[in-house]
Structures are given as C-alpha cells and as structure tokens.
C-alpha cells in the first residue's frame, strides 16, 4: 500500500513538475515558445500545401516568397541571398562582379533589351559594342521577350567565361557577331576628378563599397600637385558602402583620435564605436561636400561627421536618411543574410535615420519622423542641427524641376535614339569641356520628335478638365463657360511651344546623352557640371574666405544655456522628398 502511495506521490510529483516546466516555459520564455510555436505552424502550413493544394506548388519559389515578404516587414535593407543569388551581393560589398561592363535597357518597341552605356576599358566597349546596340542572340539563345533581368544573369558569369553575342546595330543590315570573355567589372569609385577655376579641386566619389578610400587619397595629393588649394567633394547619388571606407575618408581631414561613429545593437558585438586612426592628409583645406536626396548611408557618415566637427560647409539638398547598420550571416545551403543590426550615431549624437520602421501605419506603411519630432544636436562649435531625417545642408539648393515633356522624351527613348543617330554621322566630337547642341542639331532632333508621331500627357490639360468636371457637378460650369473656353485655347497642346520652351533642359539631355557615347561617364559628369547649381554654391563659399569661416563658426554667444537652447530651438519645418525612381536598366 505505501509503495502505491509512493507511486501516487511521484506521478503526482512528476505531473505538477511538468506542468511548472511547461506554464514556466510558457511564461518565463515566452519570446522562445512563440518562436518555435510559429516555425512548427509555418512547417506545417508548408506540408499541408505540398500535400493537399489544387496545383503543385513550386517550393523553392513558395517559400521564398514568404521569406521575403517577412524580412521586408522589417526595412527593406533586411535581405536574403540563397547560394545561387550571391553574385549581387557581392556587388554590392566589393563594387565588382563578373560580366562585360555595359548598362542594358530596355526597347519597348522591339521587345528587347539593348547597350545603353558600355563603361570604359571594359569588355562590352573593348570589343566594340555601342550603345544602341540592340540584343539578338546569347550562345545561340533567342532573346526575343526576355527581359532585362532575365538577359543581365545571361550575360554574368564566371570570370574568364567567354560567349557569343549576336547584335543588330542602328545603320547596319547584318547583325554583327562578338566573342566577349567576361571579366572582374569594378566599377569607377572616382569617375572623374578635376582642377576648377580659382584652384578649386573637385572630386565626384560615386560609392564606398571596394576601396575607395584609396583611389580618393591618390586623387586629391594629384590635385594638391596640380595647385588645388580648397576642394569640392561629390557625394551626390552615393549610395554607400562600407562604413570603414568613409571613417578612412573623413581621416584625411580630420585630427588621429577622433570619435566618428557610434553603432548600438542588440547585443554587444553589434555596438562599437569608430575613430579616426591615422594622421591626417590635411586640416586645413577648405571642404564643401555636395549632397542630394540619393545621397545615403556612408556617404551620410561622411557629410554628417564634417559637418558636426565644423570641418565642410554641406551644400545641395537634405541627404536620404539612412542610419541604419547591416552586416552578413551565413545560412545553411550556401546562404547569405544581410540584416540591420545596429543603427549608428555621428559625432554630434545624432542618428540620421529619417524612417522609423518599427512604427508602422495601421495599412503597413511607413513614413518620415516628422520633423516636429526631432531633437536639436550641436556641433563641435556650438552650431544647431538634427536627427531623425538625413543631413540638412549648411546651404540649402532650391532643385529646379525638370518639364513634363523630358520624361516622356526619355521614355519613349527619342532622345537615346537621335543620339544613336548622331555617332552614326559623327565619328568623332569636341571633347567633353567644349561640345554643345547646336541650333541645327536641335532641329534636326524637333524634326524626328514630329516624324515620330510623339504624344505626352500634358498635366494642366489634366486638371482643367477635373476642374469642368467639378464645376459642372456643383453647378457653376454654365455661368464659367466663357471663362473654362478661353483658358482651354491657352492650354491647348502645343508641340512646338513646348520644345521650344524646355529647349535648355532637353539640350542638356541630348548632350549629356551623346557625349558618353564618346567619353563614357567621365564626360557626362563633365557635362552636368557646366551649369549646376550645387557646384556655383560651392565655388561661392570657397571663394569667400571669410564667409566660409563665419559659417562653420559659433554662433552669436547668449546668455541661454545649452538645454534652454534646446527646449526653445524652432521646429524645422521644411521637408525633404526622395525623387521616384524609376529602374529600367541592368548593369552586367
């Protein structure tokens, strides 16, 4: 009988024990119960539809599908690379891959995809290829209906791979036939680099992933040589890159030691802080860094670090807002994770992230922290700016919009064909400082707009006839009749006028279009900042000694302190609003 009650006792024991166990897992754990409730879930869900759904479904395509969208309800930097998908990763860490050089779009036309701009010294112009080029064949392989993606993995591959590659060129009758070896593609960090009037250096960094760190010191002691003795930095349209790159930037006009950034994570391997380490190039050159809304993540490093040490005068326009740290992990299968792990803080204190992803809408969208809701920051010397919306310039650019007809001219690839047809009758041009359009050339180009029939949605027309809508459903049309008919005979469509009207800004387009089919990326910089608006600032400032020194100076001193400064700082209202992009092309 005690041996049963025994027994009794021990069940008893062991069932409450288990009970503790499960409610205390439960409870105590719950992060670890939910997690492994849910993978049991998701694998069950993922059996179920193998077993029982009306089609096949396709594995590979299903879940990865579902891993996607999970990591991008995160922020979109958030990624996953299977082992067959690592060469786009790798571009983006080392600014290389294999392939022939060349940008490909898109012909709606022909339904294929075409060279848009071969990159200097690569394969894709080394063999000949031109842009305009239109796309046949691949080893044999029909590519009529793929599209860009499709014909950019083609064209990847294995360094020192070779393939054929069939083409019909604008002006010629039988396709043209090339062998192509395909190569390790870096692209330029520093396309182009210059000495400007008045000893002004100029240098265009276009990323931070590779090395550039070192092509940008070879530069600017170039230009020291050359007689440079205050320099223009273009960050505009970086992306980023490695966060290492731009502390080894910023250390060349930076003193050894400083604290440049702090990253915080969640767990300690993800927080560190970054300083300058070595002696410095030069303190004493004057700086200003040129910026736009495509202007992110290490390059905002770099811009925010000068400019909260007082080091450059920042031009141009409110950088995009990326504060945000991604490294890699390895997955099984030859997987790769890029996270975000940490978000990081420039010398002031603050972090530039503009999107606050862990707070979202009730529809799932997000937004910018509105900048009501930013916290003021100072400088090494006192001067105010703020978080939570990239880096405001210290001279701040008022961007001229570009005319409704450019875009459907791009679209609709006129003014990549007139170019086309251009190079066909032009061997060689002026070089890049000294082309322009002429009158002839812009009709000729007006005349081929006309022969080709070309159409573009006018928004005015757009809206005027919202507006008749409006006033005939409210009543008022009758009476505005008179009024609604003159302003329509103002409004109406006009070819002509508007070609004429925008002829500077299509001009421009034209050049810039034609001019890299002769010097590649360097002249289309060097054709863009003919007459750029960001660049005369910068000239302006560095040719005002005294007015670039007030502007990285204190403030008027006041008897405020510091936290009165901060509780009574006016709330900077302006906004900034990334451009649409728009991505047609494939670079391979």
Known sequence: MRRILKIRWMVTLLI??????????????????????????FNSIVKELDMFYVDTIDPNKTIREG??????????????YPEDDQSELEQMLKNSYGGIGSVITWNPKLKRSMISEPY?????????????????????????????????????????????????????????????????????????????????????LSTFSGNPSKEFKQAFLD????????????????????LDESIEIANFFLPRGKTLVTTKGKIKQASNTYKTLREPLDLEIPLAVL??????????????????????????????????????????????MKLTTSKYYI??????????????????????IPDSLTTVFHTAAGREVRDGGGVTPDIAV?????????????????????????????????SAEKFEITDADYADFK???????????????????????????????????????????????????????FSKDIKSMIAVEIIKRYYFQRGSIIQQLKDDDDLKEAVKILTAPEKYKEMLSAPAVTSMSLQQRKETAPVFLSTATRANEHVYDEIV
Not at 22 to 32: E, L, N, Q, V
Not at 67 to 80: F, K, R, V
Not at 180 to 202: E, K
Request: hydrophobic residues 35%.
């Open 16 to 41: 409450v024990a288990g009970a503790v166990c499960f409610w205390g897992f439960k409870s105590g754990d719950s992060r670890s119960f939910q997690i492994a409730k849910n993978l049991d879930i």
């Open 67 to 80: 891993i996607d969208a999970m990591l991008y309800s995160l922020d979109p930097y958030t990624e996953y």
């Open 120 to 204: 200097e010294n690569m394969p894709a112009a080394d063999v000949g290829l031109k842009a305009g080029d239109i796309l046949m064949e691949i080893d044999g392989k029909d590519l009529a209906g793929k599209n860009n993606q499709e014909v950019s993995e083609m064209l990847r591959g294995q360094v020192g791979t070779s393939f054929k590659l069939k083409v019909q060129r604008p002006g010629t009758e039988k396709p043209l036939d090339f062998d192509i070896v395909r190569r390790s593609i870096q692209l330029p960090f520093i396309p182009y680099y210059t000495v400007l009037d008045n000893n002004i250096g100029y240098i265009n």
């Open 223 to 242: 230009l020291k040589k050359r007689g440079m003795t205050s320099l223009v930095i273009d960050l505009r349209n970086n992306g980023g890159g490695l």
């Open 291 to 336: 910026v736009n809304g495509g202007t992110a993540s290490s390059s905002e490093i770099l811009a925010g670090s000068l400019q909260d040490l007082d080091r450059a005068v920042i031009i141009g326009n409110r950088t995009f807002g990326k504060g945000l740290v991604q490294t890699t992990r390895p997955l099984p299968y030859g997987g790769t």
């Open 347 to 368: 010398p002031s204190g603050r972090c530039v992230q503009a999107i606050d992803y862990k707070h979202r809408n009730e529809d799932g969208s997000v937004g910018r």
């Open 398 to 430: 008022k961007q001229e919009k570009l005319p409704n007809i450019l875009f459907y001219l791009v679209n609709d690839n006129l003014i990549f064909n007139y170019a086309t047809d251009y190079c066909l009758k032009h061997p060689t041009i002026p």
């Open 447 to 501: 005349a081929m707009v006309k022969k080709a029939d070309f159409k573009y949605d006018q928004q005015t027309e757009k809206m005027l006839k919202n507006l008749k809508e409006m006033a005939e459903f409210e009543g008022y049309l009758t009476d505005a009749s008179k009024e609604f008919e003159a302003l329509e005979k103002k409004l109406s469509h006009n070819l002509d006028r508007d070609l004429d009207h």
